[in-house]
């Protein structure tokens, strides 16, 4: 109705701006009340049906047709005339004019618009049937609800029934029975999985329309093109990269210089010569500045171990049919209360599994799942990660520089039948040192150098991981550890040697460290740590 006011607003416009027009060119001085109006209006919106005015022109010009003085009740005001040769003397060119104008805006302009209109009406209320359709449905569930069960004619019975209950029985009136206004305790629980299950599909069909729109194009293209910005970013660098080499090494030079004049001065003050003051010294900043990183890296990894975990209340549990019973997140925490919280009981079945009973809860909250889940044993579950990484090199050996900071390059992995990166660590066998995934890219002979080396590397973070595979009974906590190559060691060169997929569909390599890494939320979190130790860029 909305659309159809509209365009009758717009006809009337046209109509009365056309009628006022005319009236004011081919009659003069009409003082006839109704027949102003039927000359305004009534013969303007006639006209758009094919009712041509005979006196538009001279053609078919007659004063028979009207009454010169309007003093005629029946007929209508003549245009202006030459009384002697019987012909108007109106501007025939301006009438013919407008009115040729006022029938294409009507008949073709307005009449377009109108369809145009009802069109985009329609296609708004196509889009919302389904919701229109289920609220009108629950408003007629609501009404038969509140009546007699029986259909015509047969609610005469039902009318029968409550005359001898209320007339001859005497059985006072209760309040019929009106829908639920509060659900049971599964049923709750089934709504709420519901609910979940909604909102997850709705985000994805949202996701999905978010990439097709053209907004979400454009950002694309704008961020490939950062991407390329920043590719030709680095290759300028590479260009100024032996410069930066050479102030590098001039820095090395200098503090090599410092560290042999304050071996000189301490000398001589030993043999008794020399003022006593001491020399400055570069060891000691730097030792504080390492103290400093490795103090901030504990502190991230505590504001880390605080946040609250997402990926641990996914509702798909991984490789098993399981739902999660959904958790909102201010129910989370196991001090909150939460009446109908019943998780169900899920525990993979495995060979190596323990078959001991939950003794702790999950330390981070409720995941919407009890049991053990894929995990191996009740209570933590602890994993082991090492973060091996090198300096990256250009073509001539020099270490190469982003926004002033060194690039590192950790070691990855890729896992059979996966479509994901990740650092080569895991869950560790009974009495081993080297986690599972780490041996299956390392020759044997290797593996007590690699133990030596996870020994003198550096803990970057020790807590809770937020992982799918946590429930309330059962939780992944690791200890990440730093693996860092200097420089182009005989270290370094026998673990490139050494590296060999037992799988041939596993895959290893050494990737850039940087914000756009492909890894796991809480890897990129290891790996900024690791950044921030050694001072490189991420």
């Known amino acids: 109705m909305k659309d159809v006011f509209f365009f009758l607003f717009l006809l009337a416009v046209w109509v009365v701006s056309f009628g006022v027009a005319k009236q004011a060119i081919l009659i003069h001085n009409e003082s006839r009340v109704d027949w102003i109006f039927r000359g305004v209006v009534y013969q303007s919106y006639l006209t758009i049906f094919g009712q041509i005015p005979a ?15 309007g003093t005629d009740p029946y007929k209508p005001k003549c245009p202006e005339s030459d009384a002697t040769r019987h012909q108007p003397i109106f501007p025939e060119w301006l009438t013919v004019t ?38 009108q449905r629950h408003g007629l569930i609501e009404e038969y609800q509140g009546r007699p069960p029986a259909p015509p004619p047969f609610i005469l019975l039902s009318h029968l029934h409550l005359f001898i209950k209320r007339a001859v029985l005497k059985i006072p009136a209760r309040r019929h029975k009106q829908l639920k206004n509060k659900l049971e305790k599964n049923e709750e629980a089934v709504l709420l999985s519901w609910e979940m299950y909604l909102k997850e599909s709705y985000l994805q069909s949202q996701q999905e329309q978010q990439r097709q729109r053209p907004e979400q194009k454009m950002q694309d293209i704008s961020h490939r093109v950062d991407t390329m910005v920043n590719l030709l970013e680095m290759d300028r660098l590479k260009q100024s990269g032996s410069m930066e080499q050479r102030l590098s090494s001039l820095e090395e030079q200098v503090a090599q210089t410092a560290r ?91 060979k190596d599994q323990a078959s001991v009973d939950p003794v702790a809860k999950n330390p981070k909250g409720r995941t919407g799942l009890r049991g053990c889940g894929s995990l191996s044993c009740f209570g933590p579950n602890h994993t082991l990660q090492p973060v091996v990484t090198r300096w990256k090199r250009n073509q001539d050996g020099a270490i190469c520089r982003k926004s002033i900071k060194k690039v590192l390059e950790v070691l990855l992995v890729k896992q059979p039948l996966s479509e994901h990166w990740a650092l080569p660590g895991g869950s560790q066998e009974p009495g ?25 590397g550096t803990e970057v973070y020790k807590g809770y991981v937020d992982d799918l595979r946590n429930t309330d009974d059962a939780w992944i906590e690791t200890v990440a550890i730093s693996v860092h190559f200097p420089d182009q060691s005989d270290e370094l060169k026998r673990l490139n040697s050494h ?23 809480t890897h990129k979190s290891i790996l900024e740590k690791v950044a921030a130790l050694y001072g490189a860029y991420y």
């Open 260 to 350: 042999a004049l304050y071996w000189i001065v301490k000398t001589l003050r030993d043999g008794g010569l020399g003022s006593g003051e001491d020399a400055p010294t570069l060891e000691p900043q730097k030792a504080l500045e390492r103290q400093d990183l490795e103090l901030d890296g504990r502190q991230e990894a505590e504001d880390l171990s605080h946040a609250p975990h997402v990926n641990a209340r996914h509702l798909f549990y991984p490789n098993s049919p399981v739902l999660r019973f959904p958790v909102p997140d201010e129910k989370v925490p196991w001090e909150t209360e939460f009446l109908i919280y019943d998780p169900p009981f899920y525990t993979a079945e495995r």
């Open 98 to 135: 407008l009115f040729c104008l006022y029938l294409l805006f009507t008949n073709i302009l307005l009449l377009n618009l109108l369809i145009a209109m009802f069109n985009y009406t329609f296609q708004q209320v196509q889009e919302h049937t389904d919701q229109i359709w289920k609220f």
């Open 432 to 456: 081993e040192t080297l986690p599972r995934k780490l041996k299956q890219i390392l020759r044997r002979e290797f593996w007590p150098s690699f133990e030596n080396l996870l020994r003198q």
């Open 55 to 69: 006196y538009i022109d001279g053609v078919d010009f007659s004063l028979d047709r009207c009454s010169p003085n």
């Open 499 to 521: 590296l060999h997929t037992c799988d041939p569909r596993m895959a290893i390599r050494w990737q850039v460290v940087d914000r756009r890494i492909p890894l796991s939320t």
